[in-house]
Structures are given as structure tokens and as C-alpha cells.
């Protein structure tokens, strides 16, 4: 159902599907466990979240607008700074202001150094911001390097009319997104495009970070025997993007998972130094990771369906919308990798990290049908979850 | 009159300024110090420089576009990886397709970290195209920082629609200036925008260098008594890039400097490791980089006008356009501060190398109008030089 919906890349057909099922009865009852969308979804496509009306800037600031000038490298730029970043990164190496971050770096280690761009719409959504997703982005890809996160650098493409209240408000989300994963923002970058060449904030975030002496985490070392683990329940991220979107409501509001991961593997590489390799299963969704895992490491991976945890809204707007929760994008989950000897170790570790607690094991490395992720459903029939083909769900970091 | 251009941002109104001037003659003799605009420019609006015409694609990469699955994080983001970044930033630490770079570091120094975002528009400009502007930009950020570049990511922001061939020749160009400044790209991240929510193509580049011990260039260690030094002639890259927007035409092809400046850095600083402190006059020219010194180091500058190289083109496109060339973006030259003791050594250093034969003395550092940039003209008047106040020329990186 996944693919056809990815090949045909219709969500307007999807879209119209979702209207055909209104109005849907409310459940009275809560169901977490059921499977049936209408007893979980309340759809108001008439009254979308506006995720954006919850600030509260000041009238001044609502009016004020990003300007070309303020992307001119000159007394605009400098203004913007002075404002809105140096006030957010208060430290000694990013108010320096020189061209680049000169950092003190631990001696004899290897540094992790990682970048990812955030085009993510909108730019506020349940449970988080651009700001806050593209700190604990660049955090987590550190981390499941098994590099500890230590600097960052944040460069912002604003398009011309952007409101400073809301660049303001994704750089404070971003300075305590910062905080939680104890890293420095360090330098930056700000230009600023034309009308209508953008889409309000695009930023790329780039890390640095330490990996401490003889770990060497990677996609290849999977072995025959191995168990995967999965940090908690999957999808979350995707469908409260597509919620707000699409307009749809839950009894309870569905938050994006973005978190920063480095003190979960933290926890869990210190249980078990012999993890063979952690992901963070964003773009693609579990999916994905495990493809790249069972490419890169040669072997098979066997997944249990009813092991992987799903929140009953995820599953059922995946239901809704002809979507797969293996495909749909995390932002704040770890898949670890973990020799069979020591998976109850890690995952006893795993779960006493907060934002481990419904981690679980949801499948095994395998010696067969190599380079392929094979699922097993409650039912027990077994399918192939390939690799994504097309865009699921566009610009959803 | 740079500032009422400014005030105005009426780009439409020079540009009729400049067809009145037509037909205006074309000069015989070359005269390469002529300060009169006709003598230098022919101005064609209908045969515009079409810089990606000189391109020779395959048939079928023209009809290839980028879709937003290219940035799905899939199975079409592997094909792209494979075939079209891999291939030309080919090192293992990419290779290893992992999340994140992780790389040998020299013990024991600092590390110095960078990152820009380019958003030049055209991509395609005489002398250069985004990709090399990314590169250089972000190796000559770590060199004025008194580094050894080392490692770079990069980041993509592509429009749904872009020709895969016009990326491929993007990256190519990535992949020479890495070569020739002798970085590795070693990781990076792709997304795609929608049609109209982006340009073509933004890059984020980061960087990561090491300082050797006991260096130390900042703007705040300017001292009275010390001298300016530019590497070469001003402006040339915004000038090059504004001529190819307005669609004028230069005797001869007015090209981008935009050049790697770690070699000359190297030069410079072996023969004079005194030097106080370095800068790539970028966004904001000459005049941004200087005021920041000025406010930096709590020092006056003083300039003389007849001592700062500027092309006869550049003069005379500037006067055409109501720019002034203090202000007009760099993409490869050098501001060296050094003591004056040292000062003829820095000189002739800097003019060993290629990219720093045109080398000047442009002006030295002084103990009164703290702050603040005053500069002597032939004439023997002097004015303030301030920092630009809003956007000169858009989109020029």
C-alpha cells in the first residue's frame, strides 16, 4: 500500500480518502491498542493546529520582517547577531566573532564531524521546532558515531519577510536544545534569499565531536546472531509533521520524539562497550536504517512486526493515509545493534535511560537472504521491507 | 551615492541608467587605468554572458531532473550519493556512507571549525560556480584563522527540478577546489525543496582545521603602528557576478577571484609568523572587514584610496552601478595585519605567491578615531569609510 501511494506521490488522493471518512466518531474510550483510525483520529481538516499561534512575541517584533540587508555581512548582519544569535549562544568562541571556531580539542582522540541540512515544514510543530530538530539532529548523528557531541556550528538560509519573532524563537528552542545535549554552538552563518526563493528558514547544522579511544561503531560490523534494538516507539515524528499538515487531531496531541540521544548511548555503551553499531532512524524510518545495516554489514536481518513499538495514533494515521511506520522518519530514536550475549544487558540499560523506557528487541541479524530486511507479521507471514523508493513524506526534517 | 543605490534597492533603475548610456564606445587601446565606465564596458542586455552554456552534458543527464525523492533519504538519495557525490569527492571516510566523518586529528592543538552557506545567484558565474565558491570560501575561513585546512561537509539544498547535470558539474568543481586547496570532503547531507521554495541549489560548507601551536590571528590584536596589506585587486568577484546578472560585458571576461588562500596564508605566515591577524574581505568588501578590525582591536585604520588595487573594469562598472568598490565582495584575496617592523618581508611574501603578485601596502593601524575607518584620497581629502548598512548586492555568495 506504501509503495503504490510512493510511486504515484498523490497525498491529494490520500488527502480526499481521509474527507470520504468524515466525520468519524470520536472514542470515548481512549483504545490505546486499537487498530481502527476512526476510534483514534478526530480529522478537523477546517481547523488545522497552527503550531505557530503558541508564541507569544511582542507586537514590535511581530512586525519586524528578515530584510536582504540582514543576510549583507555588514551592519544588518551584525545587528541580527548582536540580537538574535549572540543573545541565544552566549559563549567566549561564537562572541569572538571571528570567521571560524577555534576550540581546544582532547589530544589523541578521533574527532566525528557530521552536517545535515533542516528544510523541515512547517517550521513549528507539535513537540518541537526546525531550531530544536536540526541541534539534535547534528547531536545524534554524533552520537551514534559513539563520538561525544562537543561543538556545533549553525548556518540559516532565511527567506526575505521571515518575522525576527520567529527566528528569535527557533534560535532560543536551538540554544536549549544545546543545553539538554551539553554542546557549544560555536560559529554560523546567516544569509538571506528573495522572496519566494526560500520557504521561511532553512538551516544546516554541522557537529564536532570526540570518539573516545578503541570504539569504532559502523554499519559494517553486524554479525550473524546479532540483536537490534529499538530505543521506543517508531514513526512519531513523521506523522505529527503530516497531522499538522494535513490538519487531522488526536485525543492527545502527537508530539515529534526529536530529543538529543548522546546520554542514551551514553548509558548503553557503557553497559555494553561491545555494541556493534548504533542509528538514528530519521529519513526512511527504521526501513531504511536496517537496509543500510544489512547492505553494509553483508548480512540478513529478520524483524518480528509485533515487537516494534507503534503508538496506536501513528498506526492508525499510517492506516489512514497508506503510510508504513517502518518507513516514517524518527527524530529522537536509537536502533543499537548488539551481540546476542549481552542484548539483555542493553536493553535493561536502554530502558533505564528516560527516553529509552519502551525500548525493546525487535529483531536479529541473520546469515541469510543477505543485504535483505525480511518481516515477519503477527500472522506469521513473512515480507521483504526494501529500502524507500521514492519521497514519503517531503521535507519532514 | 552607494548609500542611496543601498536605500533604494532599485537595481531596475540602475540597469535603466545603463541602457541609456547605449551604444557607448568600445575602447581600442585597452587603456587598463581609464576611470571613464565607456571606455572599459559594452553593454549587451540581449546577448547576456550565459555562463552554463560553456557545459557539455550527456543528452541524457539535460533531461534528468532532481525530484524530491532525491532527498527522501532512500533509495533515490543512495543513487545520487552514488552517482554523483561519491564519485567525485572519492575518499574512504565518505565512502563509508556512515552518518557522521570520523578522522584523525594531530594531537595536542586547536581545532578550528567553520561554516556558509553559499546561495550565489547565478550558479554559474565566469571565474567560478557555487561549488567553488563553497570550498574556497570555507578552506579561506579556517586559513585567515591561522589554519591547516583539513576536512569539509557539505550540504545541499536542491530545487525539485534541477538538472542532475548541472549538480554533477557543481560537485565537479567542489571536488577540484578540494583538490587544489588539498582538503578532504568527508561528509555531507542532501535535501530537496519543493519547486519555487528554494533556488536551484544552496550549499552549506563546513570545515574543519588545525592551528598550529602557539598561533594566534584575531581582529582583536591590531596594534598602532601596524600595517594593511591587501592580497590583489578589490571587488573583482562581485563585479563579475553583478555583470553577468545585468548582462554586461567586459572587453575582456571579467572573472570571479574566487581562489583557495591557505597556500598564501602559508607563505605569508613562514615568513612573517608575527602577523597579527588575517581576514578574507567577503560579503561587505574591504570596508566590513576593516571597520570590524577597527572595532575588534579598539584601533583606528587609515587607508590610502590610491593604494588599493581595483581593476579599470571594476572601477568602471562601480561608478556605472553607484557601488563603491571599498564594499563590493572578494572571493579570494587576503587582508594581512602586520607589525610595521615586518611589514616590507609580509609584502614581499605575499607577492611570491600567485595569488598574491598585485600584493599592496593599502594603510596601517592608528592610535586616534578609535573604532572607525578614515580614508585619504588622491586628492588629499579623507572621508569615513563605514561598515555597509544594508545589502549591496544580493545573493553574491
Redesign the interface.
Known sequence: MYADVAAR?DHGLVRRGLRRLLPIRKDEGGGRMSRNPSTILKASPTAAIDPTASGCPTPREETEQI???H????????DLMRRVFLPAFDNEVLA??????????P?????????????VRPIFFPGGDIGRLAVNGTVN??A??G?RPL?L?????LEEGLAIADLKRVVRSMREACDESGVAM?????????R????RI?I?T????V?PAGRSL???NARPGDRILVSGTMGDHGIAILSVREGIEFETVLESDTAPLNGLADVLLEACPDVRCL??P???GLS?ALN?LAK?SGVGVELEESAIPVRPEVRAACELFGLDPMYV?NEGKLIAVVPRETAGRALAAMRSHPLGRDSAVVGEVVSSHRGLVVMTSPFGGQRMVA??????L??I?
Open positions: 506521490g530584510l536582504l540587508g543576510g549583507s555581512g555588514g551592519m544588518m548582519s551584525a569572538a566573532m571571528e570567521d571560524q571556531a577555534t576550540v581546544a580539542f589530544s589523541g582522540r578521533r574527532l566525528a564531524f557530521t552536517t545535515d541540512s533542516y528544510v548523528d554524533l551514534v558515531g563520538a561543538y556550528s549553525a548556518a540559516f538560509i560555536v560559529t554560523g552563518d546567516t544569509k538571506v534569499v528573495d519566494g526563493k526560500g520557504d532553512f544546516t554541522s557537529g564536532v565531536g570518539v559502523s554499519i559494517r542509528r538514528d530519521t529519513r526512511g531504511s543500510e553494509g522518519a529500502m524507500i523508493a521514492g519521497e514519503h517531503p521535507r526534517c
